[in-house]
């Protein structure tokens, strides 16, 4: 079996030469699906797999813009639509000047397994830049975003393709990037998901990944008899997922004890509370500033140009960015009894990482399956405004349950060996079954 993956992925290299995240990304999905695709010949004959790893379009382009000082700036733009099989193009835009084709077409790829898992009716698909909005006025963004956009909006649309918010992508991103859809296209419609509660947005996204995450851990726990209550918990990452993970984390009667940001982490043993994350909120999402400043704040220990992992803890929750945690990290978390791993981050683990946790057994959700939350209430924003309604944030929260839960019976049912369920088979052939499904219903696309 080993020799078929190998010889696959020597194909994926070739075709995909300097691509490494993107390669990491498709054998750790190879390694859970070819073996189940020799019991299930017709994917083999319909080369699904083969297929799946080639981007239905990727678009990269040129975005001029002019700082404050009158300097024109150039970034560069992508947009990688990997797969239409069932629904529109779905997934986030990421906005960090490490974005490049490697780091997109592995988030891209991800991004069908998430999407197909979320049970709703959303094709794959991510973008970008290399542009840092960090220093940046917010004048100096708008024109980026808007520049972005003037490019983005020949390729998108309510039907064709949903982009939304990822790392260095939040609120003030959507709202000048749909803002310059609108004025392009002279029309209103859901073409972004993120957007603001007043213009379309829905209750509950902003909180979905976190929240959906947390979701996610709870149900593992339960099937060991465990629950969150009481649990110290580390997380990485101080934006979008860290700070919702760290809410419902609260709300459950967990103790958060870390954040970070790309400078360092702070430990608090006495917990992230309520008021301190209010705290973290205003320094994040407001001021722009560095987590260290929480340190100095409350008088705890911050350590720079780290990540949490050496901290004791029951549950770790990486949210910050991809390969966060290392072999050694992993091995550390294992050695101080760490339980259970919920990755709000995308592939946050690097593969020796994982291969750490299955080995040792403990329960371990890849970001596929648990941060999948985020883009199950895009896809309930985008329903919302086909429909021209807006639903209550209990009903929307309540959905989010129900998805979590279900993305979880689905990794249980595909993932099971013996007593221990391993979540990333599990996740991995879920989420390929649906995808492959429909490409063969639909002939050679
Ligand atoms: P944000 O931009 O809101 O926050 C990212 C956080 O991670 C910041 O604290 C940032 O620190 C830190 N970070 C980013 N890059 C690095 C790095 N290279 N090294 C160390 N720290 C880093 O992004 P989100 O919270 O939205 O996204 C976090 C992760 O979750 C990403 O992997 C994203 O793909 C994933 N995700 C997000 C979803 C969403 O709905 N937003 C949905 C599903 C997954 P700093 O401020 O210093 O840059």
Not at 200 to 229: D, H, N, W
Not at 243 to 267: M, R, W
Request: one cysteine or more.
């Amino acid at each position: 079996m080993s020799k078929k993956i190998e010889e696959f992925m020597a194909m994926v290299i070739e075709r995909n030469p300097g691509e490494p995240e993107f390669h990491q990304a498709v054998r750790e999905v190879a390694e859970s699906v070819i073996p189940f695709i020799e019991k299930n010949p017709k994917y083999q004959k319909a080369k699904i797999l083969e297929r799946m790893t080639e981007p239905e379009r990727v678009i990269m382009f040129r975005v001029p813009w002019l700082d404050d000082k009158g300097e024109v700036q150039i970034n560069r733009g992508y947009r990688i639509q990997m797969s239409s099989a069932i629904g529109p193009y779905k997934g986030g835009i990421r906005l960090h000047p490490s974005v490049n084709l490697s780091i997109l077409k592995f988030l891209a790829f991800e991004q069908v397994f998430k999407n197909s898992l979320t049970t709703l009716p959303m094709g794959g698909a991510k973008g970008g830049s290399n542009f840092d909005p960090k220093g940046k006025s917010d004048n100096e963004v708008m024109r980026f975003c808007q520049s972005f956009m003037t490019e983005l909006a020949k390729h998108i649309g309510s039907d064709t393709d949903v982009p939304a918010g990822d790392i260095g992508t939040g609120a003030r991103e959507i709202g000048y990037m749909f803002g310059q859809y609108k004025r392009l296209r002279n029309e209103f419609t859901g073409v972004l998901t993120g957007k603001g509660l007043g213009w379309g947005g829905s209750l509950i996204r902003p909180e979905a990944t976190g929240y959906g995450c947390v979701y996610f851990v709870q149900e593992m726990l339960k099937t060991r008899g465990e629950s969150l209550k009481g649990k110290i918990c580390t997380v990485s990452g101080s934006g979008n997922v860290a700070q919702y993970t760290v809410e419902k984390l609260i709300q459950l009667d967990a103790k958060p004890v870390t954040l970070s940001d790309s400078n360092g982490f702070i430990y608090d043993p006495k917990g992230v509370d309520e008021q301190k994350l209010e705290f973290v909120m205003e320094l994040k999402n407001v001021k722009r500033g560095r987590i260290k400043e929480y340190a100095d704040e409350f008088k705890c220990k911050y350590f720079e140009g780290k990540f949490p992992w050496e901290i004791k803890c029951d549950v770790a929750f990486p949210s910050a960015t991809q390969n966060e945690i290392h072999e050694a990290d992993a091995k550390k978390l294992v050695k101080n009894g760490c339980i259970a791993i919920g990755e709000g981050a995308n592939m946050p683990s690097t593969p020796e990482a994982v291969e750490v946790f299955l080995d040792a057994k403990i329960l371990y959700a890849p970001g596929k399956a648990s941060n999948a939350g985020g883009v199950a209430i895009s896809g309930l924003e985008m329903s919302q405004n086909s429909q021209r309604l807006s639903w209550t944030r209990d009903e929307v929260d309540e959905k989010l349950l129900q998805i979590m839960i279900s993305i979880h019976e689905s990794c249980v049912k595909y993932g099971k060996e013996g007593k221990y369920i391993n979540y990333v088979n599990g996740a991995n052939i879920a989420g390929f079954v649906k995808v492959a499904n429909a490409m063969i219903d639909q002939g050679l696309v």
